[in-house]
């Protein structure tokens, strides 16, 4: 089981504490960052952390989650060591992780159901990164290539 990080803003709320309750359910252990409420937030000051978390080792893996997941997958991305992938399909989640070792999610709330969102955790999770010719890609991402 996984150590993962949560973090969302008021936008992401709602499938944060779905997908926080389908994780615990899995076995997997939680970190949330936030935010705690419907109640408008600005969401850096929740993802950065969540994505921090996962650039430092503490935690497995993260999922952030906004209305749209576009800031968030900005405001994770700009960590050193982060790779996340705004994901809206299962496919798209497929590939993020076989192709590109997508270590953080993003979701965004407003865009897909939450079954669907559902569906994209446990893609995500249970994907492994292919290795082979995507790891020379990821070693450039890493040293911003």
């Known amino acids: 089981m996984?150590?993962?990080?949560?973090?969302t803003d008021h936008a992401g709320f709602e499938y944060k504490e779905a997908i926080r309750k389908h994780l615990?359910?899995?076995g997997h252990e939680v970190q949330d960052f936030g935010t705690f409420s419907n109640e408008?937030?600005?969401?850096?000051?929740?993802?950065?952390?969540?994505a921090e978390s996962v650039a430092?080792?503490?935690?497995?893996?993260?999922?952030?989650?906004?209305?749209?997941?576009?800031?968030?997958?900005?405001?994770?991305?700009k960590v050193k060591g982060v790779r996340c992938a705004l994901c809206w399909s299962v496919e798209t989640a497929k590939l993020a992780k076989e192709h590109n070792d997508a270590n953080v999610l993003s979701i965004g709330q407003r865009q897909i159901s939450e079954e669907l969102a559902l569906k994209i955790v446990d893609t995500w999770l249970n994907?492994?990164?292919?290795?082979?010719?995507?790891t020379r890609r990821i070693e450039m991402l890493d040293k911003n290539l």
């Open 40 to 50: 408008s937030v600005d969401y850096p000051l929740f993802i950065r952390p969540a």
């Open 127 to 134: 994907t492994e990164f292919e290795g082979g010719r995507h």
């Open 2 to 7: 996984m150590k993962i990080a949560l973090g």
């Open 56 to 77: 430092d080792g503490l935690c497995d893996l993260g999922i952030v989650l906004g209305g749209s997941g576009n800031g968030e997958a900005m405001a994770a991305n």
């Open 24 to 26: 615990q359910t899995l």
